[in-house]
């Protein structure tokens, strides 16, 4: 293969997800476990999701990667990241992470696994699983001659993301009042009944002329007439407290607002 034709082989079926084709300014990282890394390997993993372009863009290659902690490349940095694992400890989860976070928003993810190494022990099903769970999308898996890729792409948005959402006024509906129109006069639904005033029914105690308690008196003054009859004292006894001589006098001692105790006092006796 020539190397510089980045033209799609007849036997690749590249996914649907790559529907764009390389471009010259697209910044490329190809990761690898291995020591060494031929350069038409590398060009058939970028055919894959390459679709057709005829593109020579300048990859970047990091091999041995699987001995560094994390990839020493900058965050949201990569439009394209290519993985060409031999070894199947390599596609961890804490990798999927790392590449997800040297990609931009957006960019494209491609597992390039050749049929003879160790890494097709691993199912697609999990590969792609590992891949959801770093948060890409419209993951796929496809076979390419003696090799087999699952592509995947990165969110658009970030994390922690926000934007406005703009509230839409409700158009209210406009009452047409006409002028022709004669309102009524509210008082003219008046009669004289409706502004007669009522008349409160009578069924508490003090309400007529002479104090005397109600049926079924709460207020106490049914226990004080009561109390009145055992001592003999009449109700105009109590209303004129002074006898005749003026020697016996009732005295009215009010201990709350609802009790009356009446005491008889024996002033000093005198011959009438």
Not at 23 to 48: K, P
Not at 112 to 140: C, M, Y
Not at 165 to 182: G, H, R, S, T, Y
């Amino acid at each position: 293969m020539d190397a510089k034709s980045f033209s799609v082989a007849g036997d690749v079926n590249p996914p649907t997800t790559s529907s764009a084709s390389l471009r010259t300014q697209d910044e490329i990282l190809i990761v690898t476990d291995r020591v060494v890394l031929q350069l038409s390997e590398a060009i058939d993993a970028l055919n894959m999701v390459n679709k057709g372009g005829k593109q020579q863009p300048d990859p970047l290659i990091l091999t041995q990667a699987s001995s560094q902690s994390a990839l020493p490349v900058e965050s949201s940095s990569k439009d394209v990241t290519v993985v060409m694992s031999k070894s199947s400890g390599y596609l961890t989860d804490k990798l999927f992470t790392d590449i997800s976070r040297v990609l931009k928003p957006g960019g494209t993810a491609l597992l390039h696994l050749p049929a003879e190494s160790n890494a097709l022990e691993a199912t697609k099903s999990s590969i792609e699983r590992k891949l959801l769970l770093a948060g890409f999308l419209d993951v796929e898996s496809f076979e390419a001659g003696r090799s087999i890729g699952i592509v995947g792409k990165k969110a658009s948005w970030t994390i922690g993301s926000s934007f406005s959402i703009k509230k839409q006024a409700k158009n209210l509906p406009v009452l047409q009042v006409d002028d022709d129109f004669d309102l009524i006069d509210e008082d003219s639904l008046l009669t004289e009944e409706d502004l007669r005033k009522p008349q409160l029914p009578v069924g508490d105690c003090e309400v007529e002329k002479t104090r005397k308690a109600c049926k079924n008196c709460t207020c106490g003054r049914a226990e004080a007439e009561q109390k009145v009859e055992k001592l003999g004292v009449t109700m105009d006894q109590l209303e004129n407290p002074q006898s005749a001589c003026g020697n016996v006098c009732i005295i009215v001692s009010f201990i709350s607002s609802s009790v009356l105790i009446y005491n008889v006092t024996s002033v000093l006796r005198h011959t009438c």
